[in-house]
């Protein structure tokens, strides 16, 4: 295991109004590269913003960010996450926590329970804080959750995006982006890589009504990649070469960008 690697920066700026303790963002690493690294740093950015942090601009959080990964290499894949710490008074903390990890593997097959939205910590707003860390810790061991509204409609995994793709109709659903549903950065990716294989996209409400044994779903997140979900409840569903596709697809991205 790496150890938890800390540096701390000096800004003139201070936090202010902030409802938790640091908003974070998790990359794949390998040497002092991340993988699709500007757009985690505009995460950060984003999410430091929605908790009144307005000092926080994106030059100065990639400059913070490359010169930790430049201090930090990994010699292997590393599941990276980056903490940007914002306290009332005090200058902001930037630390990394490196994990080892591996290339994502579409071969990791998943049975998924739903549970209702209610359950999360902080269901107002879907940032990536420490606000619904504690409720992660607690139902993490319990396998993989989707998470569903008042409405009965999906919102997504707990830190994953949802799609659905219906095989007949060459469609590929996902649900809108709002206050429980999470902007990912590889949602985004694989939005624009399946719209070029020519598959048509629908970014909606999905009812749980809509998940049947005729279709095929999968999860989506920057370090695991794609996740196919093989039953969810008691609803098994089908296996569709798009996954294939995509996770090759992601993984060469990754390798391209990392390796080269």
Same mark, same amino acid.
């Given at each position: 295991?790496?150890?938890?690697?800390?540096?701390?920066?000096?800004?003139?700026?201070?936090?202010?109004?902030?409802?938790?303790?640091?908003? +974070?963002?998790?990359?794949?690493?390998?040497?002092?590269?991340?993988?699709?690294?500007?757009?985690?740093?505009?995460? %950060?950015?984003?999410?430091?913003?929605?908790?009144?942090?307005?000092?926080?601009?994106?030059?100065?959080?990639?400059?913070?960010?490359?010169?930790?990964?430049?201090?930090?290499?990994?010699?292997?894949?590393?599941?990276?996450?980056?903490?940007?710490?914002? *306290?009332?008074?005090?200058?902001?903390?930037?630390?990394?926590?490196?994990?080892?990890?591996?290339?994502?593997?579409?071969?990791?097959?998943? *049975?998924?329970?739903?549970?209702?939205?209610?359950?999360?910590?902080?269901?107002?707003?879907? *940032?990536?804080?420490?606000?619904?860390?504690?409720?992660?810790?607690?139902?993490?061991?319990?396998?993989?959750? %989707?998470?569903?509204?008042?409405?009965?409609?999906?919102?997504?995994?707990?830190?994953?995006?949802?799609?659905?793709?219906?095989?007949?109709?060459?469609?590929?659903?996902?649900?809108?982006?709002?206050?429980?549903?999470?902007?990912?950065?590889?949602?985004?990716?694989?939005?624009?890589?399946?719209?070029?294989?020519?598959?048509? *996209?629908?970014?909606?409400?999905?009812?749980?009504?809509?998940?049947?044994?005729?279709?095929?779903?999968? +999860?989506?997140?920057?370090?695991?990649?794609?996740?196919?979900?093989?039953?969810?409840?008691?609803?098994?569903?089908?296996?569709?070469?798009?996954?294939?596709?995509?996770?090759?697809?992601?993984?060469?991205?990754?390798?391209?960008?990392?390796?080269?």
């Amino acid at each position: 295991m790496f150890n938890i690697l800390a540096t701390k920066f000096k800004q003139l700026t201070k936090a202010k109004d902030f409802n938790g303790l640091y908003v +974070f963002t998790t990359v794949l690493q390998k040497g002092s590269k991340a993988h699709l690294l500007e757009n985690h740093c505009q995460r %950060l950015k984003k999410h430091a913003l929605l908790n009144g942090f307005q000092e926080a601009t994106l030059q100065n959080i990639q400059n913070k960010v490359r010169v930790l990964l430049q201090q930090n290499p990994t010699n292997e894949f590393s599941k990276t996450r980056i903490e940007l710490t914002l *306290i009332e008074g005090s200058e902001p903390l930037m630390t990394l926590t490196q994990t080892p990890t591996v290339l994502p593997s579409h071969k990791d097959i998943l *049975i998924v329970k739903t549970i209702p939205t209610q359950m999360l910590a902080n269901p107002k707003e879907r *940032i990536k804080s420490n606000n619904y860390l504690p409720f992660f810790e607690k139902i993490k061991s319990e396998g993989y959750k %989707l998470f569903i509204d008042n409405q009965n409609d999906i919102s997504s995994g707990l830190f994953e995006n949802f799609f659905l793709i219906n095989p007949k109709e060459k469609t590929l659903t996902t649900p809108l982006i709002s206050s429980l549903v999470l902007k990912g950065i590889t949602r985004d990716w694989i939005i624009k890589k399946s719209a070029k294989l020519g598959w048509e *996209i629908h970014e909606k409400n999905i009812s749980v009504t809509e998940v049947t044994s005729n279709k095929t779903a999968f +999860f989506s997140s920057s370090v695991r990649g794609i996740l196919p979900i093989s039953k969810i409840d008691d609803i098994s569903l089908l296996k569709n070469e798009l996954t294939n596709i995509l996770s090759r697809d992601f993984n060469y991205s990754i390798l391209q960008e990392l390796e080269c």
